[in-house]
């Protein structure tokens, strides 16, 4: 459709050639993907970019929010979109700020205005989140998590409740909220919202853990401060939950998963419960954390009105996004890439590693930054259940900035000092003297935050054995 030559028209187009052109330039010098800097170039010839393209998109946009499993998920709801017929606008880089979202739709949109698909996915970091949620208007909001997750970038977990209910308080009766009820803190901030709400979460019997993780974030009560008590609990504070004095428990549930089986690292499958109807998922991803991926993502797209065998069929091929329970096969090794930033994620990652025989049994390389993007302050190491390493024989490899200070927190963990090696700081360095370690054919497991991730992956991708991340 042709639209009148107005100057906010002239500004979009501008934005949208300059974005392209800088992300062109990016790539053509090897300096990156190109996800972020053509945003803020976007943003600054047209501040109103995101608003006027969102605005444009008729089956509107999804936002994606929390501290774990935001990525993962927000690739499930692209997918099965898409499977379903959508032309999905979707940051799949994970560039989550507005820079990234921005560039994300200018990379698709058309020189005349059009976004360039129907509907949007976005993933959004949670500092970003209210930015985000003002300027795209969404019509469903999916809350995955809180977490504590860099501190130095996003302070207390209370920090970012209160900025994330003051943004769901400024919806109305046009965006649903979906949210994860096993969460005290997002049950908290999505009570009395003008917005219509939807809580899931896990009704499951065999996956529990018998304490609160001394790293939970959620052990008291948000309405008056008393000790929450649990009568399961799943993941880190998620669970079913109630408060003995206040009398505030876990919603009723719209969205039920259950019947979780895990296949070790491979993959995993669970019943879903929505609509009056009971379905079986299988995916290509595994733990329980990522079950919860997969509640929320058959929970927003079935609300989009996918049908089941569409959610189904499109769930069972889907693998994790690049870095996330990623296989690469490494000069005749299979390694397995696991992104870990956090203590809830690494705890999880680590009982997936060893669920099957309580111990380690398969070498392994720890790769720890602490660049801005992975925080600065890496003192949630000791918040993070090493001693679950200290058990089985496999080798246990450090590596990154921060590579000795993992290694000694093994050492604090109980793991015997012959398992601990420490491989040279630099990545490339320490991915090659980590794999020579390794024998032929054999499989091992990689464990990096953030940067390290990206920066292993760009060595593997710069070898031929994987896409770079903006290919995905």
């Not at 970019?49 to 935001?70: D, F, Y």
């Not at 009398?247 to 549930?253: M, S």
């Not at 089941?308 to 090794?333: C, D, M, N, Q």
Request: with cysteine; aromatic share 6%.
């Amino acid at each position: 459709m042709s639209r009148p030559v107005t100057l906010s028209n002239v500004r979009l187009v501008g934005g949208v050639v300059a974005a392209r052109a800088i992300a062109r330039l990016i790539r053509t010098l090897g300096r990156g993907g190109g996800t972020s800097a053509p945003g803020l170039v976007a943003e600054w010839i047209d501040p109103a970019m995101l608003t006027r393209l969102t605005s444009r998109l008729p089956h509107g946009s999804i936002v994606v929010a929390g501290t774990n499993g935001k990525t993962t998920t927000s690739r499930m709801i692209a997918d099965v979109l898409t499977a379903h017929g959508h032309k999905v606008v979707h940051n799949r880089s994970g560039s989550n700020l507005v820079r990234g979202v921005v560039s994300a739709f200018a990379a698709q949109a058309s020189l005349t205005g059009n976004p360039g698909g129907d509907v949007a996915v976005i993933e959004t970091d949670e500092a970003a989140f209210p930015e985000i949620v003002r300027l795209v208007r969404p019509r469903l909001v999916l809350l995955n998590n809180l977490f504590r997750d860099q501190l130095d970038r996003y302070g207390e977990l209370d920090t970012i409740a209160r900025t994330w209910k003051t943004s769901l308080a400024s919806l109305g009766e046009e965006t649903t909220v979906l949210f994860n009820a096993d969460d005290p803190g997002l049950t908290a901030i999505t009570r009395d919202l003008a917005a219509a709400t939807i809580a899931f979460g896990l009704c499951e019997r065999k996956h529990t853990l018998q304490l609160l993780p001394h790293a939970a974030d959620a052990a008291t009560c948000y309405a008056c401060s008393a000790d929450l008590h649990y009568s399961r609990i799943y993941v880190s504070h998620l669970g079913e939950w109630q408060c003995p004095s206040c009398g505030v428990k876990r919603p009723d549930l719209d969205v039920v998963g259950r019947d979780v089986e895990l296949a070790g690292v491979e993959s995993l499958a669970m019943t879903i419960d929505q609509h009056g109807e009971s379905d079986r998922y299988e995916i290509g991803v595994p733990g329980l954390y990522n079950a919860y991926n997969t509640l929320a993502a058959v929970a927003a797209t079935r609300h989009a009105g996918v049908p089941h065998e569409t959610v189904r069929t499109a769930l069972e091929s889907f693998r994790s996004a690049f870095g996330r329970i990623e296989r690469v096969s490494y000069r005749g090794r299979k390694l397995t890439l696991a992104l870990v930033k956090n203590p809830v994620g690494f705890n999880e990652v680590l009982r997936m590693l060893t669920a099957a025989t309580g111990a380690l049994t398969v070498p392994t390389l720890i790769a720890i930054n602490d660049l801005h993007a992975d925080g600065r302050d890496v003192s949630w190491l000791w918040d993070v259940d090493f001693e679950l390493l200290a058990r089985g024989d496999g080798m246990l490899g450090a590596t990154g900035l921060r590579g000795a200070d993992m290694a000694n927190r093994l050492k604090y963990a109980g793991v015997a000092e012959d398992r601990i090696r420490s491989f040279p700081t630099g990545l490339a360095a320490g991915l090659d003297a980590f794999v020579n370690q390794i024998p032929d054919g054999e499989q091992a497991y990689i464990l990096p935050t953030y940067t390290a991730m990206l920066e292993i992956r760009k060595t593997l991708a710069d070898r031929g054995a994987v896409e770079t991340f903006w290919q995905q």
